[in-house]
């Protein structure tokens, strides 16, 4: 049987070195770690994986692979990971920083297991190697991408769009817009699937594309008409601000004149003038799901699967959206518009 001292002989060093090299220490250059992994793949050399699990010892830290991202859904979201595993006993380490790098990094720091917010089109091909090299469990939250090796925690983006169309059916609303991204597929479909569910009445016209430079306009055009939209559905809080933003010269009050459901529930959505009704995961359950998938124990004897589980979204009815009203309409400013009151 090969054994670390044989490769060591063949290299030219000592077996510290070869040990470290075949952890991918980084205190060892990069040419000497290539060396001695190829001369370990030709010599057919098998690590002791039992020597392996003797030598790793528990740490009670989970590294956090965290998005360079604003807004409040990411602050939360990153505050109550960081609380719950506290309650568990454990410490988070965060790294915001590229997703192969960051797991290589976790695994000289010697961390038990690592998550990360997954916020990418695509895996990169590195990150499969890497995480073959990482011992502990690796968890993607948000659920885009499915990678061999990795659980997968997901968020049910159609199903809350799909929500906030019923909501505001059922709350009488016929005519309804819709405010956001054009990328963001998911919720895009859940929207459309809830407008042909609920027979409600949308065009084109009333999507505002918040990566557009014409949003404002776009805004404004749209509610000088009489067959305006009575709710809106905003897919995310940095949309919800820029809307608002874009009603607020046009004289269009929230809930008087239109009402809205926005995606994603933080407490800061309850604290406004108006609370805002929103849809959304809830983020200490997707906290807390997380966790549990990260701490869950193998049976006796047996080998921990991997998990693949959804969060479904909760709809939180607040004063921002209220039952249709057919003889309110939107009140315009003159000045602000050009145009006198409809």
């Known amino acids: ?15 510290s070195t070869v040990s470290r090299a075949l952890r991918d220490d980084l205190r060892v250059s990069t040419a000497m770690r290539e060396k001695i992994h190829t001369i370990a793949k030709q010599m057919n050399y098998v690590p ?9 010892q528990k740490t009670n830290f989970v590294g956090l692979i965290w998005p360079p991202r604003e807004g409040l859904f990411f602050y939360n979201m ?8 506290i309650k568990r006993g454990y410490r988070v380490m965060q790294i915001m920083d590229g997703l192969t790098d960051s797991l290589q990094a976790f695994r000289q720091f010697g ?16 990150f499969a190697v890497e995480r073959q090299r990482f011992p502990g469990r690796v968890l993607a939250l948000g659920g885009y991408n499915k990678s061999e090796g990795v659980d997968w925690l997901a968020v049910d983006r159609s199903g809350a769009l799909l929500q906030a169309v019923r909501h505001l059916s059922a709350l009488g609303h016929r005519q309804l817009a819709y405010a956001g991204g054009q990328k963001n597929k998911q919720k895009m479909y859940g929207f459309l699937q809830g407008i042909a569910e609920c027979k409600a009445d949308y065009t084109p016209e009333h999507f505002f594309d918040y990566f557009g430079t014409t949003f404002e306009d776009d ?27 874009a009603l607020r010269p046009i004289r ?56 693949e589980a959804m969060i479904g979204a909760v709809l939180v009815p607040r004063e921002s959206a209220i039952p249709f009203r057919p003889e309110t309409g939107c009140s315009f400013h003159a000045s602000a518009t050009g145009n006198k009151p409809e």
């Open 1 to 15: 049987m090969i054994t670390i001292k044989d490769i060591a002989k063949a290299a030219g060093v000592n077996h």
């Open 48 to 56: 002791n994986l039992a020597a392996k699990k003797l030598v790793r």
């Open 219 to 245: 805004v404004h055009a749209v509610f000088q008409k009489p067959d305006r939209p009575s709710a809106i559905v905003v897919d995310s809080q940095h949309c919800l601000f820029r809307l608002m933003r």
């Open 111 to 126: 961390v038990d297991h690592v998550m990360f917010w997954d916020a990418y089109s695509a895996l990169p091909a590195s």
């Open 252 to 307: 269009v009050r929230v809930p008087d004149d239109v009402s809205v459901v926005v995606y994603d529930d933080t407490p800061e959505m309850s604290a406004f003038e108006i609370a805002f009704t929103t849809v959304g995961p809830s983020i200490p359950e997707l906290a807390v799901k997380a966790w549990d998938i990260m701490t869950a124990e193998p049976e006796p004897g047996g080998e921990r699967e991997l998990v």
């Open 78 to 85: 990153n505050l109550q990971l960081q609380l719950e595993g």
